[in-house]
């Protein structure tokens, strides 16, 4: 195999990281759709579904890290070279190319993080709310009534909560 050729196969893997971190994306959104339309029934399906796109990715990763000890070799680098390194030693027209995977890549990493940020954010923000809503369930009644001779007292016993809440 020649520098060139594996060097295609390194270009077209990084490729193909980049298709999944797309559909990652994608699925952090809809994920983040759920939780802001508050349609806990789905998440789990969404939260599935996140964590097989980054089953892949990893898959993805292996078969970069399988082609680029291939370039390695060729190019008479160091085993595991990071994509810094390669776009310094490969030559033209490979070097530019890789260093436009290598920027696309940082950017799409950079916008996952922020939408796994925003969506722990948003289930933090619901798993408060719904702690704070059985917190209200389980205190203890404040309001009194009165007995038939007059006297103050605290209900004991169930409640009846509107349905509405």
Excluded: C
């Amino acid at each position: 195999m020649t520098v060139g050729e594996a060097l295609g196969e390194v270009s077209s893997t990084l490729w193909r990281e980049r298709e999944l971190l797309e559909l990652l994306q994608f699925k952090l959104e809809e994920e983040q759709l759920v939780l802001a339309a508050q349609r806990s029934r789905w998440l789990p399906h969404a939260t599935r579904e996140v964590e097989m796109v980054l089953e892949e990715i990893k898959r993805a990763e292996l078969a970069r890290a399988v082609e680029v000890e291939r370039v390695a070799e060729l190019l008479g680098l160091a085993a595991a070279p990071s994509l810094h390194e390669l776009i310094e030693t490969a030559p033209a027209p490979w070097g530019d190319i890789l260093a436009e995977h290598r920027k696309a890549l940082m950017a799409a990493t950079e916008e996952i993080q922020s939408l796994a940020n925003a969506n722990r954010d948003l289930l933090q923000a619901a798993h408060r709310a719904a702690r704070e809503a059985l917190a209200a369930l389980s205190e203890p009644e404040t309001t009194r009534t009165y007995t038939a001779s007059g006297r103050a007292s605290r209900p004991s016993g169930p409640r009846l909560v509107d349905g509405a809440m």
